[in-house]
């Protein structure tokens, strides 16, 4: 009769080990997905307008206007704007 329950403690013993290391694997797993990106916030997007003169793009915020134009500086702000 002890045999019968030594065989049992022993066959609880496996099944606890082993869902113990397949519960570690699993968990792993999940550690090497990557997060889902959530798309940044509206704050951090910045309209980016071009220089009327030398073309650079550059942040809206950052802009000189002068004659419904953008300029990069205000260098080019004088200079007349870009012939394409
Ligand atoms: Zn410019």
Known sequence: MS????????ALLVYFAVRAKL?????KHEMHVPPQRSAPPAAAIEDMTSCAHCGLHFPASEALHADGRDYCSPAHLRLPPHQP
């Open 3 to 10: 045999r019968a329950i030594f065989w049992i403690l022993l």
């Open 23 to 27: 519960r570690a694997a699993a968990r």
